[in-house]
């Protein structure tokens, strides 16, 4: 019997907990799928899942990952059902009758999305419950990437687990007629992943890449559902936030901005595939907020340096996600983009009328300094700058603003 | 699956419901009416409530004497008129359902328990 090799460097942990993670992913949300088939119950299937998700990280890393690591999960989630279902005999028998392999059917997966997201659960529900029933997080995971406390996550789980049961929310597929309206809640769902995931924060070994989390929920939904152009326009927003990931910091973990970025060290390969998944998209003629927001990150990176920029067409397609989806934030990218075209003093006008709205987000502040800074106003603009500092908790944009306070 | 269907009123509504002519408020209830006729097969019962002011609420506390009080038991701008007990396979059936209702502007709808 060979002994498992210990890690030996932090690195080494740091993916093996990659690896994990992914493996977790990829059979979690069918074990789940096919659990939540077999027994017809939701909150016990979810609850199998995650008994037999929290036995893997702790058998895992010591005994290495079995070669089948479906079997394996579906095993343990079946013996513990088993146990548990001692007093349900219609489903104990159900459970004792299947065998692995099962292949979920691509709807039951497309089901469990849909329930986790469902309308009736209050936002934050939503997510935990997507993570943890489709993704395979374990609530502590969870309470780690959105820095709650695991209380707070499980009460949420289980609340919105008692209500999926008890106010009847179905395990089903929304018909054609609320489906791009459920679909819209989804993808909302994936989007602040996405956004919680892009945060510039210190990679913490243990944790799990939010962004890796959902472009996997992406593609799979992109998957069952190719023709959904909002859905492969999500994809590619993701993917060409991805491809640009590794030139946001410097050696030292600080965060560069696009302006200062090194071009080079955007991934070309990712760029383009992104960028035709997006085109492909575009040509069903149905554009949506996501669409229009991949296409202004694609406008940027087709640009070779920072003053190459097509700040004009940039320009349009704010104007277009703003018709689409009106937001004051929207409205702020749109005054960035407004500066390069008709000057910083326009923009300026532009963000005044975002006052009010905006006065407790940094980077309304942080934006206005640089505008301000560009009008000639330093002390204006060093203010507006420290009221942004007072506005964010995130390091990385702290020592950002810091250095600019002290430097200009 | 049985659920109520509890008809909420605003202040809003009911001033826009005064504000209007007769043939528009016939026209509104005729409206509502075949709301209720359209989903009759689902319709377990129900009733318009009487205005709030007709309302009395009492709170019961133990050991000492029940509180009696006049009007409903939510002090708000927000008064159930009316409640329908439907059947229908799920919540989404039951979503779909209000989503079409001509009438009050809010609708809470709440299982009946199993």
Same mark, same amino acid.
């Given at each position: 019997?060979?002994?498992?090799?210990?890690?030996?460097?932090?690195?080494?942990?740091?993916?093996?907990?990659?690896?994990?993670?992914?493996?977790?992913?990829?059979?979690?949300?069918?074990?789940? #799928?096919?659990?939540? +088939? /077999?027994?017809?119950? *939701?909150? =016990? @299937?979810?609850?199998?899942?995650?008994?037999? &998700?929290?036995?893997?990280?702790?058998?895992?890393?010591?005994?290495?990952?079995?070669?089948?690591?479906?079997?394996?999960?579906?095993?343990?989630?079946?013996?513990?059902?088993?146990?548990?279902?001692?007093?349900?005999?219609?489903?104990?028998?159900?459970?004792?009758?299947?065998?692995?392999?099962?292949?979920?059917?691509?709807?039951?997966?497309?089901?469990?999305i849909?329930?986790?997201c469902?309308?009736?659960?209050?936002?934050?529900?939503?997510i #935990?419950?997507t993570? +943890? /029933?489709?993704?395979? *997080?374990? =609530? @502590?995971?969870?309470?780690?990437?959105?820095? &709650?406390?695991?209380?707070?996550?499980?009460?949420?789980?289980?609340?919105?687990?008692?209500?999926?049961?008890?106010?009847?929310?179905?395990?089903?597929?929304?018909?054609?007629?609320?489906?791009?309206?459920?679909?819209?809640?989804v993808l909302a769902v994936i989007y602040l992943l996405l956004n919680?995931?892009?945060?510039?924060?210190?990679?913490?070994?243990?944790?799990?890449?939010l962004?890796?989390d959902a472009e996997w929920l992406t593609?799979?939904l992109?998957?069952?559902?190719?023709?959904?152009?909002?859905i492969?326009?999500l994809l590619?927003?993701i993917?060409?936030?991805?491809?640009?990931?590794?030139?946001?910091?410097?050696?030292?973990?600080?965060?560069?901005?696009?302006?200062?970025?090194?071009?080079?060290?955007?991934?070309?390969?990712?760029?383009?595939?992104?960028?035709?998944?997006?085109?492909?998209?575009?040509?069903?003629?149905?554009?949506?907020?996501y669409?229009?927001?991949?296409?202004?990150?694609?406008?940027?990176?087709?640009?070779?340096?920072?003053?190459?920029?097509?700040?004009?067409?940039?320009?349009?397609?704010?104007?277009?996600?703003?018709?689409?989806?009106?937001?004051?934030?929207?409205?702020?990218?749109?005054?960035?983009?407004?500066?390069?075209?008709?000057?910083?003093?326009?923009?300026?006008?532009?963000?005044?009328?975002?006052?009010?709205?905006?006065?407790?987000?940094?980077?309304?502040?942080?934006?206005?300094?640089?505008?301000?800074?560009?009008?000639?106003?330093?002390?204006?603009?060093?203010?507006?700058?420290?009221?942004?500092?007072?506005?964010?908790?995130?390091?990385?944009?702290?020592?950002?603003?810091?250095?600019?306070?002290?430097?200009? | 699956?049985?659920?109520?269907?509890?008809?909420?009123?605003?202040?809003?509504?009911?001033?826009?419901?005064?504000?209007?002519?007769?043939?528009?408020?016939?026209?509104?209830?005729?409206?509502?009416?075949?709301?209720?006729?359209?989903?009759?097969?689902?319709?377990?019962?129900?009733?318009?409530?009487?205005?709030?002011?007709?309302?009395?609420?009492?709170?019961?506390?133990?050991?000492?004497?029940?509180?009696?009080?006049?009007?409903?038991?939510?002090?708000?701008?927000?008064?159930?008129?009316?409640?329908?007990?439907?059947?229908?396979?799920?919540?989404?059936?039951?979503?779909?359902?209000?989503?079409?209702?001509?009438?009050?502007?809010?609708?809470?709808?709440?299982?009946?328990?199993?």
């Open positions: 019997m060979s002994l498992p090799s210990r890690p030996s460097a932090e690195t080494d942990t740091a993916s093996s907990h990659a690896e994990l993670a992914r493996v977790v992913r990829d059979y979690a949300g069918r074990l789940a #799928a096919v659990l939540v +088939r /077999v027994t017809g119950d *939701f909150d =016990t @299937a979810e609850d199998l899942v995650q008994d037999a &998700v929290l036995m893997a990280l702790q058998r895992w890393p010591i005994d290495g990952i079995p070669t089948r690591p479906d079997a394996w999960l579906f095993t343990v989630a079946r013996n513990r059902g088993l146990d548990v279902l001692r007093r349900q005999d219609n489903y104990r028998a159900k459970l004792a009758r299947v065998q692995w392999p099962v292949q979920p059917e691509a709807d039951d997966r497309l089901r469990l849909f329930t986790c469902h309308p009736a659960l209050p936002r934050p529900a939503q #935990a419950l993570l +943890r /029933v489709v993704c395979g *997080f374990t =609530t @502590a995971q969870i309470a780690r990437a959105f820095v &709650v406390p695991e209380t707070t996550v499980a009460q949420r789980i289980t609340r919105a687990k008692r209500k999926i049961t008890d106010a009847g929310i179905p395990y089903r597929i929304p018909d054609p007629d609320e489906l791009s309206t459920r679909l819209t809640q919680e995931g892009y945060l510039p924060t210190a990679r913490q070994t243990e944790s799990r890449d962004l890796d593609e799979q992109h998957q069952l559902m190719p023709t959904e152009p909002e492969a326009g590619a927003l993917r060409l936030h991805r491809a640009r990931a590794d030139a946001r910091f410097d050696a030292h973990g600080g965060l560069v901005l696009l302006e200062h970025q090194d071009r080079s060290r955007w991934n070309r390969r990712l760029i383009e595939d992104a960028t035709r998944l997006l085109e492909r998209a575009a040509q069903q003629h149905r554009p949506g907020p669409q229009v927001q991949a296409a202004i990150v694609a406008c940027h990176t087709q640009a070779r340096h920072w003053d190459d920029t097509d700040w004009e067409q940039i320009l349009l397609l704010y104007d277009m996600l703003l018709h689409l989806a009106p937001s004051p934030i929207t409205r702020l990218h749109r005054a960035i983009a407004l500066r390069y075209v008709a000057g910083a003093q326009a923009a300026l006008v532009e963000l005044d009328a975002l006052a009010c709205e905006l006065d407790l987000y940094h980077l309304y502040h942080a934006t206005r300094a640089e505008f301000l800074r560009a009008l000639g106003h330093p002390h204006q603009a060093r203010a507006a700058d420290q009221r942004a500092l007072e506005l964010t908790s995130n390091p990385a944009e702290q020592a950002l603003l810091q250095q600019r306070i002290n430097w200009t | 699956m049985k659920f109520v269907l509890l008809f909420v009123e605003t202040e809003q509504f009911e001033r826009d419901l005064a504000a209007m002519s007769q043939p528009e408020r016939d026209r509104a209830y005729t409206l509502a009416g075949k709301w209720m006729a359209d989903h009759a097969g689902k319709i377990r019962g129900g009733n318009k409530l009487s205005p709030a002011y007709t309302a009395t609420t009492v709170r019961l506390n133990s050991g000492s004497e029940p509180v009696i009080t006049d009007g409903p038991f939510v002090e708000g701008k927000e008064v159930v008129s009316g409640y329908t007990e439907i059947e229908v396979a799920d919540l989404d059936e039951a979503l779909k359902m209000v989503s079409t209702w001509p009438g009050c502007p809010l609708v809470e709808i709440r299982p009946l328990e199993a």
